[in-house]
Structures are given as C-alpha cells and as structure tokens.
C-alpha cells in the first residue's frame, strides 16, 4: 500500500533541490547540535557491480529529538534533509549528526535515502546502526 501523504510531500521536497548538486553535501547544518556523522555510499547499476553517476540521493532523517518537522511547517517537512549527486564512480557523501529515535516509540534511529537517475525510477533505502538499542532482528 502507496502512502499517498508521503509521495505527496517527497515530490515536493524534490522541487526544493538545489540546481546544482556535488558528490558531497550536507543534510544537517554545521550548527545542529548532536553527534557528528559522515554518511559516505556508493550507488550501482542493477547489475551490482557497475558503478551508476550521476544519480541523485536524496537525504532526510530527524534531529538529535528524534523529531523531523517544526511544527509551522506540518507534517513531513523534514527539517534536515539533504541532496548529492554521484560522482563518475557512483560515490557520494553526507555530511549530518547522528539522528534520535523517535519520542515514546520503539522505532530505532535511521536515516531515509532514495535514489534516482537517467533511467532509474526512484528507490529508497535506510540506514540504521549498529549497537542501536532499539534494532530488532528484523531490521538486521
């Protein structure tokens, strides 16, 4: 089942991307208080093996509250969020803090990429850590 709400809100954030994009960037501002975090990735073609360029990573996760919107803003505003494109070997970095879990529930802290490209619909990922109390099996 689609989310239409976060589809929605995804579209829009993509309006907002920068015209021009690097390898690195920043999701989180040099100021957000929290842990320092370097996200560094590769990207690949399907076939797993072939490194994609160009493509277009998108990230977004909450902040040291484990919250992701200011309240103005409403829901899925992702406050901290962030866009890179892959350089010819399909590397690409983030620069953030280390984001909270949610308040009051039982979900661990994770950080939302997708990825998309010249002839590569869009796809999303997570990443979560190890040693977070929260992981469950099933998230490893």
Excluded: C
């Excluded at 829009?12 to 370097?38: C, F, K």
């Excluded at 983030?94 to 308040?103: D, G, L, M, S």
Aim: proline share 9%.
């Amino acid at each position: 089942m689609q989310d239409l709400e976060y589809e929605r809100a995804l579209e829009r954030a993509q309006r907002d991307r920068p015209r021009v994009l690097n390898s690195s960037g920043r999701i989180a501002p040099a100021s957000e208080p929290g842990t320092p975090l370097v996200i560094h990735g590769r990207v690949y073609r399907q076939d797993g093996r072939t490194p994609a360029p160009e493509m277009i990573v998108f990230g977004y996760h909450t902040d040291g509250t484990g919250r992701y919107d200011v309240a103005w803003a409403g829901p899925h505003s992702w406050r901290l969020r962030g866009w890179v494109k892959t350089d010819a070997d399909g590397r690409f970095e983030f620069t953030t803090i280390r984001p909270a879990p949610y308040p009051n529930r039982r979900t661990a802290a994770h950080v939302h990429l997708t990825v998309e490209g010249p002839g590569v619909p869009r796809q999303s990922a997570g990443l979560m850590f190890e040693g977070d109390a929260l992981l469950t099996d099933q998230d490893r």
